[in-house]
């Protein structure tokens, strides 16, 4: 499709009702994702969005954020990589990660979010964790092949704690090692945490954390 097809597909959404949208592997880069984000913020029917593998950058990602701000139907987005992995992955940037903060702040009907594979840091995983200070809508995060690191997940965990309402969480292959394995050992001990399923495989976990997580 590429931007312009995006902004094609966009421009045909704003007139007819859609409840799913999958436009993976399309090439969209920030040009079709700015199309498709503007639709959002006036469409009422969309509630599923995969935009995987579009190589879609920091202004794009910050464009749909921001989109969601006021969106009331959409409820599961995935900007992740697809199934088979390769290139074209999205890249947010700590300016998207800033926004999809904001967005966690207001947006009340998002409930499955993914974003593997977006390069994601430690100061971004920050920025997501601080959104969750008042968020009690979202219930699954994919944060997976990202480079959170031990404090990233520590942001996360002390905002997941405080929200309460995560219950499928997956940091899979985020450079995590046995510092912050135990502080997410002791969020679950303590009954601090009440997730159904957690990812931590393929980080960097030794016998140590491993005890930790029983």
Known sequence: LG?????????????HRCSRLDVGGNLLRDQGASAIAE?????????TLDLRANDIGI?????????????????????GVSG??????NRMGLKAAECMKQMLKVNKTLTCLS????????ASAAQIAEGFTTNTSLRN???GTNSIQ????????QAVKMSGCIES?????????NKGAAHVAAAIQNGQMLLQTLDLSHNKLGAKAATCLG
């Open 3 to 15: 931007g312009l097809g995006g902004a094609a597909v966009a421009a045909m959404l704003t007139s």
């Open 39 to 47: 639709m959002l913020s006036s469409n009422h029917s969309l509630t």
């Open 59 to 79: 202004e794009g990602s910050a464009r749909l954020f921001e989109a969601l701000y006021s969106n009331k139907t959409l409820t599961e987005i995935d900007l």
């Open 84 to 89: 088979t992995g390769g290139g074209n992955r």
């Open 115 to 122: 974003i593997n594979a977006n390069g994601l840091d430690a």
């Open 141 to 143: 995060l994919n944060l």
């Open 150 to 157: 031990d404090d990233g997940i520590i942001s996360l965990i």
């Open 169 to 177: 969480l997956n940091v899979s292959g985020n450079n995590i090692a």
